[in-house]
């Protein structure tokens, strides 16, 4: 799930500067108009240019992807949607649209001279496509936001088509530079959207997302190849425009079959995930308390001890056991019972760092594993959570039956010594703190060893509670 997080927090990212990229080709022809280069907006010579409000819809759009406010980006949407429909409209007289053009002299000079400078057909929709998935991506429309600027990455996909077969059928009015601007501006408002919809399931980590990518990277190649080798080995039997056809029509279709698949393969797949973490939490957690069980406390035990074997940090272990909880059931019965359990699991888990470890071994115990403590550090903390729990009160058992109170017995891993082992003497010191009286807090020493070699009893230091 992190690589899917990764990937999508990527793309998200990348739309500002693929956004940033298209305004800066746009300036630069702009900047062409402005100081008469024309290789700056017509890239190809004798070829199409690109056209000024082609240029200042580009920026507008710029703007709307990468400004921070949801206002300012709409209304430059809105602005960029409203030149391409003046564009794309012919009942509306474009008289107005020649009106607003920048360096309007400029092109109709190259136009008298029957050079192509217009905003194509092809282009002003693909804008306006671009503009419409702008909007619906500020206004959290997700699955039109992405439709909407896949869709206009197939403008420039065919002039692609027509430049590389040498089709100009294809590109029109559409010049290398706009197709050039086009394409990273599509993906950067569709990228806006990454985190929701059909772009997270082709983007997710599991084999779903790993092979719609597959899919799409090969329905793009392989067609495309294909068509060129036919142009080039048969092209010269007749019009070779039906090949160019063929290559789009095959691509696109495999694009949105692929993505569309891959939504429903997200989606189961998506329960199938949700499952197996249920599943996993349920064999790890204490349905009762949600502290970790036995079998997942002794695997994270395991860890840390392989991490102790490492490192060399302290690693401390904390068992206690609620004082005289037999009869606590016999008297307020199981429901209160439970309700101390489960107020007791609730303190210990509010009362230890992220790294720390509570878990439930069964019945009334618990323990608690404390990475980088030391002796001092363990017994600080346990005496804390006695005082803490001796402080709680549950009506209507403290006011009859006496304060809650709980046992403590704690060890800190030695060199070359198990887990086995510091449970071992956690335990002898719980064991040790209930025939002392209860409410306390012991401490097992480290094992010294007699004249002979052999092991002695663990020395106790014990830490009273006040009763």
Same mark, same amino acid.
């Given at each position: 799930m992190l690589n899917g997080i990764v990937n999508v927090r990527v793309v998200i990212a990348a739309s500002r500067p693929l956004a940033l990229a298209s305004g800066a080709f746009a300036l630069v022809g702009l900047g062409g108009y402005a100081f008469s280069i024309e290789d700056l907006y017509r890239p190809i010579e004798g070829g199409p240019a690109s056209h000024p409000m082609t240029l200042l819809v580009v920026l507008l759009l710029t703007m709307a992807v990468t400004t921070r406010s949801k206002r300012g980006g709409m209304a430059a949407a809105v602005a960029a949607l409203a030149i391409c429909l003046l564009r794309v409209f012919p009942a509306i007289p474009q008289d107005y649209f020649e009106a607003l053009t920048p360096f309007g002299a400029i092109v109709r000079n190259e136009l008298a001279l029957g050079q192509k400078n217009a905003m194509g057909v092809n282009t002003a929709f693909m804008l306006l496509l671009i503009s419409l &998935?702008?909007? +619906?991506? *500020? +206004?959290?429309?997700?699955? *039109?936001?992405?439709? $909407?600027?896949?869709?206009?990455?197939?403008?420039?996909?065919?002039?692609?088509?027509?430049?590389?077969?040498?089709?100009?059928?294809?590109?029109?009015? %559409? /010049?290398?530079?706009? $197709?050039? %601007?086009?394409?990273?501006?599509?993906l950067a408002v569709a990228g806006m959207t990454a985190n929701r919809g059909m772009l997270r399931a082709v983007l997710s980590p599991h084999i779903t997302g790993r092979i719609s990518r597959i899919q799409i990277f090969l329905g793009l190649l392989v067609p495309f190849a294909i068509g060129y080798l036919l142009i080039k080995t048969v092209g010269h039997i007749g019009d070779t425009s039906m090949f160019g056809v063929f290559v789009i029509v095959v691509s696109w279709f495999i694009i949105f079959l692929v993505s569309f698949a891959s939504v429903i393969h997200e989606r189961v797949d998506h329960a199938r995930r949700l499952h197996e973490r249920l599943l996993e939490r349920s064999a790890s957690i204490d349905p009762l308390t949600g502290l970790f069980n036995r079998r997942k406390f002794d695997v994270l035990c395991q860890q840390e001890e392989a991490r102790f074997c490492r490192s060399g940090q302290p690693l401390s272990l904390i068992v206690l056991d609620i004082d005289h909880f037999k009869r606590v059931n016999d008297t307020g019965g199981?429901?209160?019972?439970?309700?101390?359990?489960?107020?007791? !699991?609730?303190?210990?888990?509010?009362?230890? *760092? +992220?790294?720390? !470890?509570?878990?439930?071994?069964?019945?009334?115990?618990?323990?608690?594993?404390?990475? #980088?403590?030391?002796?001092?550090?363990?017994?600080?903390?346990?005496?804390?959570? *006695?005082?803490?729990?001796?402080?709680?009160?549950?009506?209507?058992?403290?006011?009859?039956?006496?304060?809650?109170?709980? +046992?403590?017995?704690?060890?800190?891993? %030695?060199?070359?010594?198990?887990?086995? !082992?510091?449970?071992?003497?956690?335990?002898? !010191?719980?064991? /040790?703190?209930?025939?002392?009286?209860? #409410?306390?807090?012991?401490?097992? &020493?480290?094992?010294?060893?007699?004249?002979?070699?052999?092991?002695?009893?663990?020395?106790?230091e014990v830490k009273s509670g006040e009763r």
């Open positions: &998935a702008a909007l +619906s991506g *500020r +206004s959290r429309q997700t699955k *039109r936001s992405q439709t $909407l600027a896949f869709l206009s990455l197939a403008f420039p996909s065919v002039a692609i088509t027509g430049y590389a077969y040498d089709l100009p059928k294809f590109y029109g009015q %559409m /010049s290398l530079s706009t $197709l050039t %601007m086009g394409i990273p501006l599509g199981h429901p209160v019972g439970d309700f101390v359990l489960k107020t007791v !699991a609730r303190l210990l888990g509010d009362h230890v *760092r +992220s790294v720390d !470890a509570v878990g439930r071994l069964g019945g009334e115990e618990f323990a608690i594993l404390l990475p #980088n403590t030391d002796e001092s550090g363990v017994v600080y903390k346990a005496e804390s959570l *006695r005082r803490l729990i001796e402080s709680l009160h549950f009506d209507p058992w403290s006011g009859h039956d006496g304060q809650i109170t709980a +046992s403590f017995g704690c060890a800190t891993l %030695m060199k070359e010594e198990t887990v086995p !082992a510091i449970f071992e003497r956690a335990d002898a !010191a719980l064991y /040790s703190a209930k025939e002392k009286g209860r #409410n306390q807090v012991i401490l097992s &020493a480290s094992v010294q060893e007699t004249d002979t070699g052999q092991a002695q009893e663990p020395l106790e």
